[in-house]
């Protein structure tokens, strides 16, 4: 498979344990139907992803340029030299599939003013940044300051990144920042450090972050299925999940669009009234 595919097979367990199952079976000489079966499952979830890919909207040329140049990018030794905190991995990038959930979600929303926390090479940033109106405003957060001119040279080649602005810092000082100057967000997009989600959902939720009506989307939902395997204990992931899953003033939905996408809005906002 070539790596810009940018497919979702490789963090799925299922496929990793069919993976493993074929390679088991092959090994210890099980029967040729048992192994034609294994293989059936796994070409299955390959043409269910080709198929998805070819329905959905095709990205353009700039998201091509950011897909290439990522993937060409020698991240490792960038974080061997110390130029970058986290080890970055093209993998990171949410792809087109995603990027056109949340173009979808931002015109739906009719979205004027977009957070966009971990904007990495600036694939769900500019994904969202297409979808709002001239007058529109998106707001993309890192904490690593090497990608500031990398990924802002990327975004640049795009006419919409004249609404977008990159703040290097913590999003937390950010958000809270945002809420003293009486500022809001209509969508707020998290993709970076769950262990720090909590924080941002108190910000957003509690301390009025987010937009009366505004809906907040959590990228890695299963986390490569920490969110729900046994084995998994407890995890970052699963203690955000547990505790949106408690919250009784929220809506939630785990959408399984490919490592999971956790909407979240006020419940005030999604009941409807019944009629007199
Ligand atoms: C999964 S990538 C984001 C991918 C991006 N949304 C995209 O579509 O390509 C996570 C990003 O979060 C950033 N990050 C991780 N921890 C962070 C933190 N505590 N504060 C700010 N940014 C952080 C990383 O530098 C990385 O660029």
């Known amino acids: ?8 097979s490789h963090y799925d367990p299922t496929v990793l344990e069919m993976q493993r199952a074929l390679k088991l079976a092959q090994d210890t000489g099980a029967s040729p139907d048992v192994i034609k079966s294994i293989e059936t499952a796994l070409e299955l979830v390959d043409l269910r992803e080709k198929y998805t890919d070819s329905v959905t909207s095709g990205e353009t040329e700039v998201f091509h340029k950011i897909l290439t140049e990522t993937y060409k990018h020698d991240w490792q030794s960038l974080h061997s030299d110390g130029k970058t905190k986290w080890n970055l991995k093209p993998k990171m990038m949410t792809g087109n599939l995603e990027g ?3 173009k979808s979600i931002v015109s739906i929303q009719k979205a004027k003013r977009v957070l966009d926390i971990g904007m990495f090479t600036g694939y769900s940033a500019l994904s ?12 993309t957060v890192d904490f690593e300051k090497y990608l500031e001119t990398f990924t802002g040279s990327l975004l640049r080649e795009s006419p ?4 977008i602005q990159i703040f290097v810092g913590s999003p937390s000082d950010y958000m809270k920042d945002t809420v003293k100057a009486g500022k809001t967000f209509d969508l707020i997009f998290l993709d970076a450090d769950k ?18 009506r505004g809906t907040v989307l959590i990228d890695n939902a299963y986390t490569h299925g920490l969110g729900y395997m046994p084995s998994a204990g407890d995890n970052p992931t699963r203690r955000v999940t547990t505790a949106v899953a408690a919250d009784q003033s929220l809506h939630k939905v785990v959408v399984p669009l490919r490592d999971g996408v956790l909407m979240l809005r006020r419940k005030t906002d999604v009941v409807g009234e019944v009629p007199q």
């Open 1 to 8: 498979m070539s790596k810009l595919e940018h497919a979702l």
């Open 100 to 102: 056109q959930f949340l």
């Open 128 to 139: 969202m940044a297409e979808a709002l109106p001239a007058d529109g405003e998106l707001v």
């Open 160 to 163: 919409h990144s004249k609404k």
């Open 195 to 212: 262990s720090y989600y909590l924080e941002y959902l108190k910000i957003i939720f509690e301390e009025g972050l987010l937009s009366p």
